[in-house]
């Protein structure tokens, strides 16, 4: 009998779960389960506990009958009993907003209380990245285009995880050059407690980058453009203004 892996990406409505789910479900060619469109085809529209039970054995059901190996279900699934019935092999919780345009829904979502992956932004490149990793780990290749990052990274902020995000985007993987300058000037963080910091903040894409130590390095010289784009990211004003300086004397 073929194993069918459940993935159930759950969150108040308008968290993003449909625009997402709708995307992932066509990369790893799934099936695709949308809590509205269920509802839809038995016109039932009973948001009871009794409606969203009955509306959880329906999507168990209909996902246990696919042929393929992905069933990807999108639903709010406000109650911790429907994960016990439709059992999904993971768990993608929507925490992007703090409530939801019907209040009724608000005041009985429950936070789920296992997961496998919490997404806080609504960044459909990103967030399918992450999920896509999920079902399949990410194998580091030194062969594969690369994106490298250089700083002091006293302490690494979120300024740093946009640029970040911009690298995995433009090649998969990023290296991670953390300057020795630990006890210069203003720098109190040891490499070790950067890339703590680091690792703490990309655990979504833990095979994605590496973090090396590296001199001070303070000028960089280069011949001809061959093989390699030096390139600026412009972020937003709002992500400009973080100071790593600021974050230190606070």
């Given amino acids: 009998m073929k194993k069918i892996i459940k993935i ?28 509205d469109k269920i509802r839809g085809r038995y016109n ?11 509306q959880v054995d329906r999507m168990k059901i209909l996902a246990e009958k696919s042929k393929k190996k992905f069933v ?12 016990d019935i439709f059992k999904p092999k993971i768990i993608i919780w929507m925490d992007t ?11 009985l979502f429950k936070p789920p209380k296992k997961y ?15 999920l896509q990793d999920k079902i399949k780990r990410y194998r580091w290749h030194s062969k594969n285009p690369t994106v490298q990052m250089l700083g002091r990274f006293q302490p690494w902020h979120y300024g740093h995880r946009k640029i970040f995000e911009k690298g995995i985007k433009e090649t998969g993987q990023v290296l991670i050059f953390v300057k020795d300058v630990h006890g210069l000037g203003d ?14 903040d990309l655990k979504d894409f833990k095979f994605r980058y590496k973090v090396l130590k590296v001199p001070n ?12 784009k030096i390139k600026k990211i412009n972020l937003s004003k709002e992500i400009q203004k973080i100071s790593a300086t600021k974050i230190r004397k606070n």
């Fill in 97 to 107: 907003i703090k409530k939801g345009r019907f209040r009724s829904m608000n005041k």
């Fill in 44 to 54: 039932d529209w009973d948001f009871s506990h009794e409606g969203i039970a009955r």
């Fill in 116 to 130: 496998d992956l919490r997404i806080k932004e609504k960044e459909l490149e990103i967030n399918l990245i992450k």
């Fill in 8 to 35: 159930l990406i759950m969150g108040l409505p308008g968290s993003g779960k449909t625009f997402l789910a709708r995307r992932f479900s066509k990369i790893i060619d799934a099936d695709w389960l949308n809590a």
């Fill in 187 to 200: 720098n109190p963080f040891t490499f070790i407690q950067v890339k703590k910091n680091i690792d703490e």
């Fill in 217 to 228: 390095i303070t000028n960089i010289f280069y011949g001809r453009k061959v093989g390699y």
């Fill in 72 to 83: 990807v279900a999108d639903f709010v699934c406000p109650l911790e009993k429907q994960i």
